[in-house]
Nanobody, 123 residues
């Protein structure tokens, strides 16, 4: 029900835009989050946004604040993660997830998951 795409290989300082399209159901009253998992590390929160309300109703991990921006297009049931000033430590598989409630930084609270898209940042 969630399809993530947009990953790839980019040099440090570059940008990528991830997208996550929801199908089969809408999450107009819930939220969508992005998480990432690097090899040998635990899954960690990146950003999340509520589907309804103002666009400022979002949250970011400290490590990506000021570099990443999460947004949504309710008409397309799609969320985006614009990633700028990428660093090698951003290298990970990025997952989008959705839940039928307000955003959370805890990945265990999300019920729907995309397949993951690999982001590799070279130094």
């Amino acid at each position: 029900q969630l399809q993530a795409c947009g990953g790839g290989l980019v040099q440090a300082g570059g940008s990528l835009r991830l997208s996550c399209a929801a199908s089969g159901r809408t999450f107009s009253s819930g939220s969508m989050g992005w998480f990432r998992q690097a090899p040998g590390k635990e899954r960690e929160f990146v950003a999340a946004v509520n589907w309804s309300g103002s666009g400022s109703n979002s949250a970011y991990a400290d490590s990506v604040k000021g570099r990443f921006t999460i947004s949504r297009d309710n008409t397309k049931n799609t969320a985006f993660l614009q990633m700028n000033s990428l660093k090698p430590e951003d290298t990970a598989v990025y997952y989008c997830a959705a839940r039928l409630a307000g955003h959370s930084t805890n990945w265990e609270r999300y019920n729907y998951w995309g397949q993951g898209t690999l982001v590799t940042v070279s130094s």
